[in-house]
């Protein structure tokens, strides 16, 4: 009787082999996240109306960059941005002074 884990490793094997013969048959690339957007996106991706986000780009409270006219924003610059500005709730407030108290 033959050994059920190494008719599994054969299957497996096989099957690793069909995708990467897929893979090259199709030109596969596996698909970039796109780190640069424009202001649509970060519209959509904020939730916030265009000309509020003009308006912080004119008081240059979000991070932004310019090429000529057109304006960009990177995708982790946002979060930073946006994930920096965390209030602490009470019990992380109380448990932070027990840890600094002396």
């Known amino acids: 009787m033959e050994n059920p884990f190494e008719l599994i490793f054969e299957r497996l094997d096989r099957i690793e082999k069909a995708i990467s013969e897929l893979k090259e048959k199709l030109n596969y690339t596996p698909p970039i996240e796109n780190d640069i957007m424009n202001i649509d996106e970060v519209s959509a991706y904020l939730k916030m109306c265009k000309p509020t986000i003009y308006g912080r780009v004119h008081r240059r ?33 109380k448990k932070s002074r027990r840890l600094f108290s002396f």
């Open 61 to 93: 409270t979000i991070p932004f960059y310019k090429s000529g006219k057109k304006l960009f924003f990177k995708k982790s610059d946002l979060e930073n941005y946006f994930f920096s500005g965390k209030y602490l709730t009470e019990v992380e407030i």
